[in-house]
């Protein structure tokens, strides 16, 4: 909700004490302080809640309803800081307990609060400012708003600071940041406030993640909702700063929906057979859209068709830097021109008349088109140009080449016979998430949470090392290779510009720079309420010492489709080798990135493991020449996983050396094959994570203490992995059971997201995420051929 709505929606407003129009200033102070993390909401009683009336006053129901709303917020405190004793005060304002009184020009407080002797004995009216202070530090407030209409504010006023706010209520001269004209404007702006504050701190009810799906051109990716709301896309790369980013922040943070004039309900979305085009459909009315092949370098063209026989309403409001760029929109003869981001961007829409609204802060424009059965209507969001002239090829041709772009790669797959469909679109969604660059995302979205109101909320729209090579290892299983060698180049120029290849990071920016700091956007409510939204990855300056083993094992692969071994990859291989030489033996982060202590994980050693081993079998498979100490070294891992990496009072391998606590990873110990899966330590594995990890049709990744509050759902990479181990160690009816509950978490366009929370059975996390399509992937293969 914006604030202008919010203070059009004010109900029980007397017509003769109507409000007036909100200056925009005030408006733009409401929006920043409805997000700021812990805020301080002060009034005086006489001067800015009361009556207009002199003789009557009590204070307005519209001001005690909007501080009753706010006081109920998590992080939210108010008061009523007044000139009149405390019980006088008490008995007139009628306030709620949960709002704090503060009588007697701040010496008389409802609440325990240390009040120093001198300022008790003082007599000033300045005491308030003294008195707000004393609570901004009890609540320890990031932010105050005071509003003060009254003699004596202007001391209040001049104590404010920083991301303070003061409003004066009324005429006369002030040293307040802001000013609005009476009472009933006040109760109006505390309602504004309580209303985006509420949708900061909860968030809208938001889309199902599993049933958002995702456009791509490998150039970029975008997120449509069932409803055909575009809500996540990024510009220039997939890991810019967003320019609608719904799903995170509401309709402040950009839309781009189309809906037919009449209402009702979407009736169901598909992608078109084969391709990452999109359609939604209602009763006489579709919305096709997909990201254009074939536009100029730094330009993405979003391309929205609308069809059928009735008329269709759009709402166009890009928000850049997720919302925190103001924008302008300027109707021309084909579209519109958009400035405010930091890139040209236009919205080619022939014969569209627009309307354009304006809040003070940001565009947003508004059209009723009218579709016809021979004659759909067109948008094409240019981002990268502000041209608006005609294309050179028809609509229809552009979607055409889109989808073959797609289809004919399909085809030339050699795809499982289990849940094939599903596996197709997993490849699809795969090859979605690889970019010209050669980098791999791990997945298209930030912040989507690992708990709903939780902070575990991180950004994946980078490459991992680990992530890329097992994502494009897995195309390589289905019969392509063009974009496993596109990443080993992405590889290759990352190592090459670094000391040793011991100083490999765990990730990287898709172009294989390194990222900047990790930060967090203030101003976005995050999904369901779930903050902070964050960009950037503190884990790319974590040791992560098992993503060795997945890029030699990636090559291995590949080099076993092409029948050769390129000598730059095998230069590559004995790079890996020689860092896992140097610092094997070191505690890590581990792959699941616990912003912990460093531990001797058993999952990293097994991946330094398998980086010894698989150098070796390509050595001697490919006639070259094998460093001597490889083999000795290999086998002293493997001795030391076996004696340290057992736990005798688990019954299992556990996460580290140094605890009983169980981690789904260590199941590589046998899927690896480190160890033989007949072995009974791996088959008590297997039954230890089974009983302590799997929860209905899911397994959690671990249970231990991490150093993060709150907890997560549950990873469908375990729940692959442990369908793999089921099947390994002779258990096909259980694998079966649990690869169906698998398949059910896939959303209706069939995208699956990081996990599944089996008590509320609602999908979690970024979304569509590598790691779960891949792992999709790998148990129907085994499944079809075990």
């Known amino acids: 909700m914006t604030v202008t709505q919010a203070v059009e929606a004010v109900p029980g407003m007397p017509g003769d004490t109507a409000p007036a129009l909100m200056p925009v200033d005030v408006r733009q102070r409401v929006s920043a302080l409805a997000r700021t993390s812990r805020l301080l909401v002060a009034c005086d009683y006489d001067g800015a809640l009361s009556t207009v009336d002199p003789a009557d006053r009590r204070p307005l129901p519209e001001a005690l309803r909007a501080l009753r709303d706010l006081a109920d917020l998590p992080g939210t405190v108010c008061a009523v800081i007044s000139g009149r004793p405390l019980r006088d005060l008490a008995a007139l304002s009628r306030l709620p307990a949960e709002v704090r009184l503060v009588g007697a020009h701040g010496t008389e407080f409802d609440t325990d609060v240390t009040v120093d002797p001198d300022h008790r004995n003082a ?4 005491d308030k400012a003294a008195a707000l202070e004393l609570l901004r530090d009890q609540v320890e407030a990031t932010a105050i708003l005071y509003i003060g209409g009254g003699e004596g504010e202007e001391p209040v006023f001049m104590r404010l600071t920083g991301a ?49 799906s995702m456009l791509s051109n490998q150039g970029s990716v975008a997120l449509v909702g069932p409803d055909a709301r575009l809500l996540w896309f990024c510009h220039p790369e997939p890991d810019s700063n967003a320019v609608f980013a719904e799903v995170l922040g509401g309709r402040q943070a950009g839309v781009f ?14 992608y078109l057979p084969g391709t990452m085009t999109v359609r939604t459909r209602w009763s006489r009315m579709d919305v096709t859209d997909y990201l254009a092949h074939g536009t100029p370098q730094g330009r993405t063209d979003l391309i929205r068709v609308i069809s059928g026989v ?64 021979e004659q759909p209507v067109v948008l094409e969001l240019r981002c990268g140009t502000d041209s608006l002239v005609h294309g050179t090829l028809p609509e229809s041709e552009r979607q055409r080449t889109s989808g073959e772009h797609w ?213 001697r498979a490919y006639g070259r020449e094998v460093d001597p100490s490889w083999p000795d070294l290999r086998d002293g891992i493997a001795a030391e996983v076996l004696d340290k990496g057992w736990n005798e009072e688990a019954q299992a391998f556990t996460t580290a050396y140094d605890g009983t606590d169980l981690d789904a990873a260590s199941l590589h110990i046998g899927l690896s094959g480190l160890i033989d899966p007949a072995d009974e330590r791996f088959q008590a594995t297997v039954t230890a994570v089974e009983a302590e990890l799997r929860s209905g049709p899911t397994v959690y990744r671990y249970h231990r203490d991490d150093g993060l509050p709150g907890g997560e759902g549950g990873f469908h990479l375990c729940t692959a992995w442990l369908i793999e181990a089921y099947l390994l160690t002779g258990r096909r009816a259980e694998a079966d059971e649990l690869f169906k509950h698998l398949v059910d978490c896939a959303g209706p366009t069939g995208l699956i997201p990081e996990e599944f929370d089996p008590v509320t059975e609602r999908a979690l996390g970024n979304h569509p995420q590598a790691y779960s399509h891949l792992g999709l992937i790998r148990c129907a293969q085994l499944l079809d051929r075990l």
């Not at 189309?258 to 309900?265: D, F, I, M, Q, S």
């Not at 084909?334 to 919205?347: Q, R």
């Not at 902070?455 to 494009?472: E, K, P, Q, S």
């Open 123 to 126: 007599d000033s009216p300045s």
């Open 164 to 212: 303070d706010a003061g409003v004066r209520v009324g005429e006369g001269p002030t040293v307040a940041s802001h000013r609005v004209a009476d009472t009933p404007t006040a109760a109006a702006l505390l309602s504004a406030l309580a209303a985006e504050r509420r949708f900061w701190v909860f968030g809208e009810r938001p889309t199902p993640i599993e049933r958002m």
């Open 257 to 270: 929906a189309v809906a037919p004039a009449h209402g009702g309900r979407p009736l169901g979305q598909r």
């Open 310 to 373: 009735t008329p269709a309403t759009v709402e166009f409001a890009p928000r850049p830097d997720f919302g925190r760029a103001p924008v302008r929109i300027t109707p021309q003869e084909n579209g519109l021109l958009v400035e405010g981001a930091d890139f040209p961007m236009a919205l080619y829409s022939p014969g569209v008349e627009w309307e354009i609204d304006h809040d003070g802060v940001s565009d947003l424009a508004r059209a009723v088109v009218h579709p016809r059965s």
């Open 407 to 619: 289809s004919r790669w399909l085809d030339g797959l050699t795809l499982p016979d289990t849940a094939q469909q599903l596996a197709a679109r997993s490849a699809l969604t795969l090859r979605g998430l690889c970019t010209p660059s050669g980098g791999v995302m791990a997945a298209a979205t930030t912040s989507l949470p690992e708990e709903i109101g939780g902070v575990r909320n991180w950004d994946y729209r980078y490459c991992w090392l680990r992530d890329g090579a097992l994502t494009v290892q897995s195309l390589v299983s289905l019969g392509s290779t063009a974009e496993a060698e596109e990443f080993l180049d992405w590889v290759h120029r990352v190592v090459d510009s670094l000391p040793g290849p011991e100083m490999l990071r765990p990730l990287y920016s898709l172009r294989g720079t390194n990222l900047g700091p990790e930060e967090v956007i203030e101003s976005l409510s995050g999904y369901a309420g779930s903050r902070p939204v964050r960009i950037g990855n503190l884990a790319d300056h974590q040791v992560q010492l098992d993503v060795f083993g997945p890029v030699v094992e990636l090559i291995e692969k590949l080099s076993s489709v092409r029948g050769t071994l390129a000598d730059r990859d095998w230069d590559l291989v004995r790079s890996m080798a020689e860092a896992v030489a140097r610092r094997w033996h070191e505690p890590d982060h581990g792959i699941w990135e616990e912003r912990d202590e460093p531990r001797q994980r058993v999952y990293s050693k097994v991946m330094c493991w398998v980086t010894l081993d698989r150098a070796v079998s390509l050595a």
